[in-house]
């Protein structure tokens, strides 16, 4: 140490120029956006005969997850991403050199995944084969509470009509979340007291209001009881068909669901009911994920 | 190990030792928004350049998720501050570089203040 202070000492004294050193700069900037990764994918692979070097990697996430990195196999660095602390960073003063001609690659556990249930937003009835005889239409919207629309059967005419709900659901952050999961449920209820005619309730949903629905599922009565799925909803799972899309998220933020009672029995004592239509959408974190380095 | 030591005092033990200095980051960058930003340009270096980013801090009250992008607006990295997060900051021991030319634009998620400080320099 006494050497080094007499060494430098003289520098000034010396009247030496300051020589400016530039450190080996990072040029390669990878960014990747990943969903949930169970098997290791590669991330960037280095030139023939060349070595990758290491020197910051940084996660961004709107959800939980552990993001673990390898050298090839060799798993050298987990990042742990939790929501109040979204984005973890961690940089090498000393360059991490990966084993030359290995591939960095990437897996992801723990993924924590958020499921939201929305009822509608808005309830409007539509004729059905001419008609739209629902009453308390509003009481559709929302998430089930026990508030239903009904469509009585009639004494002197058949009565009929469609219900459609449009939802807002959205998520402000969706650029950054994956849909896992996509499930529709019926809250509904079809009660026949008179066995007059057949009463039916038939369940729709389609993507955008460009396209015809899709019709899921037809019940109907014709003999004196019910069938109550007030508690215990219909529920159909539809995530293939919106992970089918080009836009998953716009199918998302378009979709409508209809519901449509019919009675063609004359009579009264026959009833079509709905609560609700609700829509549960499960989500995982789309992990931004950023490496810089340089390959020698 | 052993000859590396040795080297080293030789060094000091010379009469006109050499004294290096790392390079240093004499652009600091400070831009606040407001509103919500895409692809809003923040760094342009001189004609041909290259930027060498060395450390970049960003900060907003409310939670939103910055986006950093560089040439035909592709992002290079995102991110995301939260209530707990408020404040992120990173520094790069080993300088980002550029391309000659390219600038660093910033995209953010909602409108809301944020405040976004990028340090380094061009060559």
């Known amino acids: 140490m006494k050497h080094n202070i007499q060494a430098n000492n003289n520098v000034p004294a010396a009247n030496q120029q300051i020589l400016l050193t530039i450190k080996e700069s990072s040029n390669i900037i990878n960014h990747y956006s990943l969903g949930i990764q169970p098997s290791k994918i590669i991330l960037w692979t280095p030139g023939p005969q060349k070595s990758i070097y290491l020197t910051s990697v940084q996660v961004s996430a709107p959800l939980a997850a552990s993001i673990l990195l390898s050298d090839n ?93 449009q939802y807002s659901m959205l998520p402000t952050q969706y650029k950054y979340l994956e849909i896992e999961q996509v499930i529709i449920k019926y809250y509904c209820s079809l009660n026949l007291t008179l066995a007059v005619g057949v009463s039916s309730m038939i369940l729709y949903w389609r993507p955008n209001t460009q396209v015809d629905w899709i019709k899921l599922q037809e019940i109907s009565l014709s003999i004196i009881g019910s069938v109550n799925y007030l508690t215990n909803p219909i529920e159909y799972d539809i995530t293939d068909m919106v992970l089918g899309a080009s836009d998953p998220w716009d199918v998302i933020n378009n979709l409508q669901t209809s519901f449509v009672g019919t009675h063609t029995g004359l009579g009264l004592g026959n009833t079509v009911q709905l609560d609700a239509i609700e829509i549960k959408i499960c989500m995982a974190g789309k992990n931004q994920i950023t490496v810089f380095g340089y390959e020698i | 190990m052993d000859n590396n030591t040795k080297l080293m005092s030789i060094v000091f033990n010379l009469e006109d030792p050499i004294f290096t200095r790392e390079y240093p980051s004499d652009i600091v960058l400070f831009r606040t928004f407001t509103t919500l930003q895409t692809n809003t340009p923040i760094w342009t270096p001189s004609a041909d350049k290259s930027i060498f980013l060395t450390a970049l801090q960003v900060s907003a009250p409310a939670p939103l998720v910055v986006q950093l992008n560089r040439v035909n607006n592709a992002a290079f990295m995102s991110i995301a501050l939260t209530t707990t997060l408020a404040t992120y900051g990173i520094s790069f021991p080993s300088p980002i570089e550029f391309n000659l030319n390219e600038i660093i634009s910033i995209t953010t998620s909602v409108a809301g203040t944020v405040n976004i400080t990028l340090l380094g320099y061009e060559l």
Do not use: H, W
């Open chain 1, 73 to 165: 196999d060799i798993n050298f660095l987990s990042l742990r991403v939790t929501q109040p602390f979204s984005t973890v960073s961690q940089a090498f003063p000393s360059a991490f050199k990966l084993t030359t001609g290995n591939s960095l690659m990437l897996s992801t556990s723990d993924e924590e995944i958020s499921c939201n249930t929305s009822g509608a937003l808005t309830a409007t009835q539509v004729d059905y084969n001419g008609r739209s005889d629902f009453t308390n239409v509003n009481n559709a919207i929302g998430l089930s509470n026990g508030t239903l629309a009904s469509l009585n059967s009639g004494l002197l005419s058949q009565t009929r009509g469609r219900i459609v709900l």
